[in-house]
Nanobody, 120 residues
Framework: QEQLVESGGGLVQAGGSLRLSCAAS????????MDWYRQAPAKQRELVAV???????RYADSVKGRFTISRDNAKKTVYLQMNSLKPEDTAVYYC??????????????WGQGTQVTVSS
């Protein structure tokens, strides 16, 4: 079954780092434009970072200089390196993007979400 599987969330102290991974599994031939969202309790889902298929990136102002999105096309995986974490970064993080199947179809997929908690 085609899906995005996230890992790497957890509990970290303010100032610490985490790296989230999002791997396409099942019958996926390639990943296209990918992004990371986050959602904190009682808040709207926020777009955090975007990486185009060619590697260009964009970041929300709140994470610029601290987070880095990257991709490994051979592994069909996108990463979010999070440094200098703040309590305000606490949220469920979701990866999302366009996947192409081995039989030629394409569609948008969401990861299951991974909890990131930053303690003060």
């Amino acid at each position: 079954q085609e899906q995005l599987v996230e890992s790497g969330g957890g509990l970290v102290q303010a100032g610490g780092s985490l790296r989230l991974s999002c791997a396409a599994s099942g019958g996926i031939s390639s990943i296209g434009a990918m992004d990371w969202y986050r959602q904190a309790p009682a808040k709207q889902r926020e777009l955090v970072a975007v990486i185009a298929s060619g590697g260009g990136t964009r970041y929300a102002d709140s994470v610029k200089g601290r987070f880095t999105i990257s991709r490994d096309n051979a592994k069909k995986t996108v990463y979010l390196q999070m440094n200098s974490l703040k309590p305000e970064d606490t949220a469920v993080y979701y990866c999302h993007g366009l996947l192409t199947t081995r039989i030629g179809g394409a569609g948008e997929y969401w990861g299951q979400g991974t909890q990131v908690t930053v303690s003060s």
